[in-house]
T-cell receptor
Framework: AQKVTQAQTEISVVEKEDVTLDCVYE???????LFWYKQPPSGELVFLIR??????QNEISGRYSWNFQKSTSSFNFTITASQVVDSAVYFC???????????????FGEGTQLTVNP | NAGVTQTPKFQVLKTGQSMTLQCAQD?????MSWYRQDPGMGLRLIHY???????DQGEVPNGYNVSRSTTEDFPLRLLSAAPSQTSVYFC????????????FGNGTRLTVT
């Protein structure tokens, strides 16, 4: 069975601080996909990034970066120079390998509430 | 471009009442799914569909029914609401394939008293 653990329930930082959100996953599949979603206070869920299990390159997008390490089953998310607008709940999710005729049956972590204070 | 549209946004039911949460998407996505979000539990998959006429159960299907008569619509039915079904419900869609990012609706906040 798949499992995603986000051990940090809540994180509070001051604007311009760097912050890392942890994500640890469990799966028996050798091929899988990892995702991060953002849920701002308005409630919608916004897709941030997808990572394939066979691609361990880190990725940077502006102030956001992701560190994928298969050896530790982790897919951590770092926000550099945080801003108040980064305040949201962030979810890490795992998709089991499946046929191309299947869909993304995501297993979500519990979420991390990030609060960035001015 | 509406994306995924859910109605209603809020609903209050009494125990035993039934209702249907509506979900429609205009992106021609084959895959649609319903999740519920509860505090401290993330999102859990209720039911999903890989195309019209095809549905299957997710992690927490009890108390819910779905049907998929068209590509665009995927309603979720509560036959006899229970307080344990108080939650925020999200509909999501994507193209087929386990690596396809889900596009979510804005959610329906349901309270069962």
């Amino acid at each position: 069975a798949q499992k995603v653990t986000q051990a940090q329930t809540e994180i509070s930082v001051v604007e311009k601080e760097d912050v890392t959100l942890d994500c640890v996953y469990e799966t028996r599949d050798t091929t899988y996909y990892l995702f991060w979603y953002k849920q701002p206070p308005s409630g919608e869920l916004v897709f941030l990034i997808r990572r394939n299990s066979f691609d361990e390159q880190n990725e940077i997008s502006g102030r956001y970066s992701w560190n994928f390490q298969k050896s530790t089953s982790s897919f951590n998310f770092t926000i550099t120079a945080s801003q108040v607008v980064d305040s949201a709940v962030y979810f890490c999710a795992l998709s089991e390998a499946g046929r191309e005729t299947s869909g993304s049956r995501l297993t979500f972590g519990e979420g991390t509430q990030l609060t960035v204070n001015p | 471009n509406a994306g995924v549209t859910q109605t209603p946004k809020f609903q209050v039911l009494k125990t035993g009442q039934s209702m249907t949460l509506q979900c429609a998407q205009d992106m021609n996505h084959e895959y649609m799914s319903w999740y519920r979000q509860d505090p401290g539990m993330g999102l859990r998959l209720i039911h999903y569909s890989v195309g019209a006429g095809i549905t299957d159960q997710g992690e927490v299907p009890n108390g819910y029914n779905v049907s998929r008569s068209t590509t665009e619509d995927f309603p979720l039915r509560l036959l006899s609401a229970a307080p344990s079904q108080t939650s925020v419900y999200f509909c999501a869609s994507s193209f087929l394939g386990p690596n396809s990012p889900l596009h979510f609706g804005n959610g329906t906040r349901l309270t069962v008293t």
